[in-house]
């Protein structure tokens, strides 16, 4: 039976990340992900943060243009509110080639990477998979999205709060749209959330996503009636895809980590409560995760599992913990008519311009992260 020294379950780009940085620290690691492909089962519209590609390494070619410009629409879709920075605050990837990009990394790295695994259960470090021989693991590494079965196994905390989404991405002609992201306000069609139109480049990204309890007649009959008639949508050319899942919106998770291993990404509730981004977040907490880990294994001190706190983590979240809460609770579209008024005042688009442009959607880890220094 093969024995590794962390094993990775799940294939997105915290699995990958945290894999690549885990094998460049000379550890041995296998991830597993159910996926025969990686461009199959995409649960992201793949928008980059500007404080995310400031940061990270992402390849160019991979990301649509800057987009400057954010149209925010009340109920009525009439008079949008525009929010124009002085320079680019996001784009948008092409998230299959991005998969692909870093699962490279990750092998080259030294890591192996198995698609078409499903993993079952883990105990005692003994894990069985479907589609390959059970493995021995010192650590694992739960990488599996929002309803992680790795979590639950190892008696760490889970996700209970949920949005849900979905999306149609078609393909365009590039120059046709102008790079604007397109938000639509509107409970009958979002409820707790937003609809949205922005493009890469090569394909526009159509979507809608809210509580699933308020959606009534279900996210794919609401994505339809909205792709319908969207604001900046460009007309279908060609096959049409379609995307969708749950997104943890009730923020990091208190108890990550345990000796037998700790979360990222999704599994961790790594997405900021408010806008419901989690590219950064996974990146960065991915980071942290990969010191983490190589400092326990390297000493095997508990204490060292203690820096990967949820609990501390979540104090960054508060008031935006508190707008989700606030803005989940507007069902009304004259309410929310109203609300978008109040953001036209200057106030109001400088409120609104901080939650688009600014810098602070997940807490910084580096603090932590430079503790960790010699495990590196």
């Not at 990958?16 to 690691?29: G, K, N």
């Not at 296998?30 to 390849?59: C, E, N, Q, W, Y």
């Not at 046709?176 to 306000?185: G, I, M, N, R, Y």
């Not at 600014?358 to 503790?371: T, Y």
Request: proline share 6%.
């Amino acid at each position: 039976m093969q024995t590794v020294d962390v094993l990775v379950v799940g294939a997105g780009l915290a699995g990958l990340h945290t894999a690549r940085l885990l094998a460049q620290r000379d550890l041995s690691v296998m991830v597993v992900d159910r996926r025969r492909s990686l461009s199959a089962g995409i649960r992201t519209t793949g928008i980059f943060v500007r404080r995310t590609l400031d940061d990270f390494d992402l390849p160019d070619h991979l990301l649509g243009p800057g987009v400057r410009d954010v149209l925010l629409y009340p109920p009525s879709r009439r008079a949008p509110i525009r929010l124009t920075s002085d320079r680019d605050e996001y784009r948008v990837a092409d998230m299959a080639a991005v998969y692909e990009h870093a699962r490279r990394a990750a092998e080259s790295a030294g890591a192996r990477v198995l698609l078409g695994v499903r993993y079952v259960d883990v105990s005692m470090g003994f894990v069985r998979f479907d589609g390959a021989e059970p493995v021995t693991a010192r650590f694992i590494v739960g990488a599996d999205g929002a309803r992680s079965r790795v979590a639950r196994d190892l008696g760490l905390d889970v996700n209970r709060r949920f949005l849900v989404g979905a999306e149609i991405v078609h393909p365009i002609v590039p120059g046709t749209t102008a790079p604007e992201f397109h938000c639509v306000l509107d409970p009958r069609i979002a409820p707790g959330y937003l609809g949205w139109v922005i493009n890469d480049g090569r394909h526009a990204h159509v979507g809608v996503a809210g509580y699933p309890d308020a959606m009534r007649t279900g996210v794919r009959h609401l994505l339809d009636a909205f792709a319908a008639d969207a604001p900046g949508r460009a007309a279908p050319a060609g096959p049409v895809e379609r995307r969708g899942g749950p997104i943890p919106v009730g923020g990091v998770l208190r108890r990550l980590a345990c000796p037998a291993g700790l979360l990222v990404g999704d599994a961790a509730g790594a997405v900021s409560p408010l806008t419901a981004g989690g590219l950064d977040p996974c990146l960065r907490m991915s980071e942290l995760a990969a010191a983490v880990v190589a400092g326990y294994l390297c000493t095997g001190d508990q204490r060292v599992l203690r820096q990967y706190d949820g609990s501390a983590l979540r104090t960054r979240f508060r008031g935006r913990l508190l707008l989700r809460r606030a803005f989940a609770g507007i069902r009304s579209p004259a309410a929310v008519e109203a609300a978008v008024t109040l953001l036209r005042a200057r106030a109001g688009r400088a409120l609104a311009a901080r939650i688009l442009f600014g810098d602070g959607s997940f807490p910084d880890v580096n603090p932590r992260l430079e503790r960790f220094s010699s495990y590196r």
